[in-house]
């Protein structure tokens, strides 16, 4: 064959999608109805033809681009992923990830699957977009090396371990959208949930708020909301419920007192919330702690 006949014979052939990694692993019995785990995992270099569309599947797949480019379509959001950025597809509904026929991705990936692993996802995107940015100060590349060194060994221990891989990974994903390397708070939110932490039972509104930090409410809501993954009021509220816990438990008070000290507008108030956040009533919970009676 001469050159010139090779070289049409090579521009004729269709790239194929290389899998450079490719891992399975099926958990232990019951497992994921406990616990968090990684079903598969691994590194493709995709084609141009390069495309995936489910109705749903099982778990929920993350990719994580290093080069190239691709689209994914997941709960009504269409993302254009680019190299160093991460998607977090819900595979419960219909998805769709596919490479740019122009310059085909390289992924690194995993699917996890736990008791209800959309709520990791809601925890960390909430309704946003299901699309962050990894920077220099948070690199999950090192992360995947460790997956898949955890997969290929297979010891004993590796249920444990995948279920602290992916505790890991959500706290990297949370750095991500944080745009912060470590778990640093900015000073001025930092100022602000010192300030509330130390008396929950004030009513903090957003003079007071202004007072401590510098910054307006819809300043404060963005900070709390980028950071903390909540609002002010639902943060507070937390540390309120906290607070009446140790109340509850450290002091003989009656619930009014405690309701009182602790912000809520009266004692019903703080029982209906109290019952929507725990799940029983402050005094079903104190005498269940104390183990004096029926907790329900």
Request: some cysteine; charged content about 25%; hydrophobic content about 40%.
């Amino acid at each position: 064959m001469d050159s010139r006949a090779q070289f049409l014979y090579k521009t004729r052939m269709k790239a194929r999608t290389s899998v450079l990694e490719s891992f399975h692993y099926v958990p232990a019995a019951g497992w994921t109805r406990t616990a968090f785990s990684v079903l598969r995992a691994g590194k493709v270099a995709a084609a141009p033809d390069y495309r995936i569309e489910r109705a749903a599947y099982p778990g929920q797949d993350i990719l994580y681009c290093l080069s190239g480019r691709g689209v994914v379509e997941t709960l009504g959001q269409r993302l254009e992923v680019r190299p160093g950025q991460l998607v977090w597809m819900a595979n419960e509904a219909p998805h769709v990830h596919a490479a740019d026929e122009h310059d085909p991705w390289s992924l690194l990936w995993f699917r996890l699957d736990g008791p209800d692993p959309a709520i990791l996802r809601r925890k960390l995107f909430g309704e946003g977009s299901l699309r962050t940015v990894f920077t220099d100060a948070v690199n999950p590349v090192p992360w995947f090396e460790r997956l898949f060194s955890a997969l290929r060994r297979r010891d004993a221990s590796l249920d444990l371990r995948l279920n602290q891989l992916v505790a890991e990974f959500v706290l990297l994903v949370d750095r991500a959208l944080a745009g912060t390397g470590t778990d640093d708070l900015p000073k001025a939110l930092a100022a602000a949930v010192d300030a509330m932490r130390g008396e929950p039972g004030f009513a903090w509104s957003a003079p007071d708020l202004f007072s401590v930090t510098g910054l307006g409410p819809s300043q404060i809501r963005r900070l709390f909301q980028k950071h903390l993954r909540t609002s002010p009021h639902q943060w507070l509220m937390r540390e309120r419920l906290m607070q009446a816990q140790s109340l509850l438990v450290q002091s003989d008070q009656p619930l009014a007192e405690i309701a009182e000290a602790c912000g809520f507008c009266d004692v019903y108030h703080f029982g209906r919330e109290f019952k929507r956040s725990v799940g029983i009533s402050p005094a079903a919970w104190r005498r269940s702690e104390l183990g004096t009676g029926p907790g329900y």
